[in-house]
């Protein structure tokens, strides 16, 4: 499953507007936003990067004013963390990731609240801003946020949001389109008032249902923390393997 979710990784970052590929490296990048999670790089399973590799990678995130960054796998490239602190890379965090298959996915729950797709621009705006809400203004909500959701449900890859009372969202999900079999449940987000009512559990079930229905064999997330790892088990995501995050200072 390391190589199945690190080739994930290499197709999704192929998706981006501009792509760089070099030295066994595939690099994405947006220029609509400077965001590191957004614009970073990973390796070709079974990469084995030479310095010279590495500082040409380096290259193309300078050359566009970035800090370089990448995502993977490192059991699917053992050969890629060496090389990376060779150059100076530090480990900016590992990950624990969860997968589900369809075996696994418990049955549909009748208490869990309704989840809705999005349609209205003003649904696209509530889900960006109850995700910035709900993520500690990690980042900012926008138009631009909320257009980026916007092309993730128009291009093969889901939204899913609970909405509040007041008609706005009180948590809500995305699911990248499946690629090589798989699909990355990410940015599951509640609303702190909303906290504690099933939100984020339903807005995965429905997510990862969806992209099963879609002929994705499996679907996994990252999590970040004991209380948020028991809201996926219960949903049936089981604990798989890790992901590190390295980037280079400025």
């Keep these: 499953m390391d190589i199945d979710v690190q080739s994930f990784a290499v ?3 192929r998706r981006r507007p ?4 070099t030295g066994g490296f595939v690099a994405g990048f ?3 936003t400077r965001s590191p999670y957004v614009n970073y790089a990973t390796p070709l399973p079974g990469a084995r990067p030479s310095a010279r590799d590495v500082a040409a990678l380096v290259g193309a995130f300078r050359e566009r004013g970035l800090g ?3 995502e993977f796998a490192p059991d699917a490239a053992p050969g890629v963390e060496p090389a990376l602190t060779q150059a100076g890379f530090g480990v900016e965090a590992v990950h624990d990731y969860l997968v589900c ?3 696994t996915l418990t049955p549909r729950s009748d208490d869990r609240p309704p989840v809705e797709t999005p349609v209205a621009d003003q649904d696209y705006l509530s889900i960006d801003a109850a995700l910035s809400e709900a993520f500690g203004a990690g980042f900012a909500a ?3 946020g909320a257009a980026r959701l916007r092309r993730l449900e128009e291009s093969g890859g889901a939204v899913r949001f609970v ?3 007041d008609g706005g969202c009180a948590g809500a999900a995305t699911c990248s389109a499946p690629a090589v079999s798989t699909s990355e449940l990410a940015g599951v987000g509640t609303r702190p008032a909303f906290r504690g009512r099933g939100v984020a559990a339903a807005v995965t079930a429905a997510l990862t249902a969806e992209m099963f229905a879609r002929g994705a064999r499996s679907v996994w997330l990252e999590y970040g923390g004991e209380g948020s790892r028991r809201v996926y088990e219960r949903v049936g995501y089981r604990p798989w393997g890790t992901r590190l995050y390295m980037s280079l200072d400025e």
Excluded: K
């Design 11 to 13: 197709a999704n970052l």
């Design 18 to 21: 501009e792509v760089v590929e």
């Design 30 to 32: 947006d220029p609509g």
């Design 68 to 70: 370089p960054r990448l």
């Design 101 to 103: 298959t369809p075996d």
């Design 142 to 144: 926008s138009p631009e």
């Design 163 to 165: 909405r509040a009372q």
